[in-house]
């Protein structure tokens, strides 16, 4: 199976596959940190680092499905290539494709998660609210099936009705 987290920066949709990480032993692909390490390794934050961040998370992806794994993606995935892009390898692998949506339905809340929140991610420059509010008016709604979670319920809630919609046949 092929799960994509959707959701602006600091929803807490990282959190909810972490934890679907480990209830499920698969591997968190997540586009983060792959793009701070691209920046560690020399290349200019000037360069479309973001979209290169969301090809190499697709190859280790693929790698982790074509071993008959399940895979979780953990990526923004606002825009429709994105989530085209993930409609793709599932059906390269003939493997289900599950979008799970994280929101925040206070947007105060959202905020003063977004500003105090630490992450270990060398090198990684968290967006600023300004920058995610911008993207909350870019973010494309799409007719896909999903799972919509509000990170207003707390994560263990969220994490197991995450695990009974992915217990769904598809």
Known sequence: MLIAMAGLPGAGKSAVAEELGRELAAPVVSVDPIEAAMWRAGVARAEPTGLAAYVVAEAVADGVIALGQTAILDAVNAAPQAREQWRSLADRHAVPLVFIEVTCSDPEVHRRRLESRVRAIPGFIDPTWESVEALRRQFTSWSDRRLVL?????????????????????
């Open 150 to 170: 509000d990170a207003m319920n707390d994560l263990t809630s969220s994490v197991a009705a995450a695990l009974r919609y992915l217990s769904a046949p598809y």
